[in-house]
């Protein structure tokens, strides 16, 4: 399968806990998105890479999150101290070039639970 | 990014044209109208994209009226696997960011 890969699928997670996710986008991709979808809402923008830097990041993103591509490949993101409204999908997208003239593609998310 | 408006839910029979709407009144000349969809439990997936002329893929066409006010994505042959929540986008370069709103969930039934 060559398409964007993100794991755990699922992650139950105890208030209070630390969680990570992995992103590992497609081959080559320069660009790297993540997203947050809570149930009924389309998903809402995270943070986005281009190779290694962080280059824009949502006000939703609190101290609490925080992302990481150290090589310009896989991702990660962290949230440290989970509350019960981090409860959400966590996706991720790649793309080639900016996304005006082309398409980003997702990941099927990790569906975090936090009980 | 200008707004847009969908409506929450249209119904579809298998094996007709799926016409789904968008209103995007307040958006400029360099904004492109962006068409996703989520199939339940998995990732948004492209289907089509616009600036100003209608555009056509194996997928779906899309018709932007002359004033780009709205748009219609149209799924020739509707099948049972395009019941999904389509969302439309208007999106313009300086941000790397697509801005979803709540969609339409298109059921295409039997």
């Known amino acids: 399968d060559t398409g964007v890969s993100q794991d755990p699928r699922h992650k139950i997670t105890k208030r209070g806990q630390n969680v990570t996710f992995r992103c590992d986008p497609i081959?080559?991709?320069?660009?790297l998105y993540w997203y947050r979808q809570t149930l009924g809402q389309g998903p809402e923008f995270l943070t986005y890479?281009?190779?290694?830097?962080?280059?824009?990041k949502s006000r939703l993103l609190s101290d609490r999150f925080s992302a990481e591509r150290p090589k310009g490949s896989f991702s990660t993101l962290e949230i440290q101290r989970t509350e019960q409204g981090d409860s959400a999908m966590y996706l991720c997208?790649?793309?080639?070039?900016?996304?005006?003239?082309?398409?980003?593609?997702f990941g099927q998310g990790t569906r975090l639970t936090v009980v | 990014d200008a707004k847009t408006t969908q409506p929450p839910s249209m119904d579809c029979a298998e094996g007709r044209a799926a016409n789904l709407p968008c209103n995007h009144s307040?958006?400029?000349?360099?904004?492109?109208v962006y068409w996703y969809r989520q199939i339940h439990s998995q990732g948004p997936q492209y289907i089509i994209h616009?600036?100003?002329n209608n555009e056509t893929n194996e997928m779906a066409s899309l018709i932007i009226t002359e004033d780009r006010k709205s748009s219609t994505l149209i799924l020739p042959h509707a099948t049972l696997r395009d019941t999904a929540v389509y969302y439309c986008?208007?999106?313009?370069?300086?941000?790397?960011?697509?801005?979803f709103g709540k969609g339409t969930k298109l059921t295409v039934n039997p």
């Open positions: 997208a790649s793309s080639t070039r900016p996304v005006p003239g082309t398409e980003a593609f």
């Open positions: 081959s080559e991709h320069n660009r």
């Open positions: 890479f281009q190779n290694e830097a962080q280059l824009e």
């Open positions: 307040t958006i400029s000349g360099n904004e492109y």
């Open positions: 616009g600036l100003k």
């Open positions: 986008i208007v999106f313009k370069g300086g941000s790397e960011k697509l801005v």
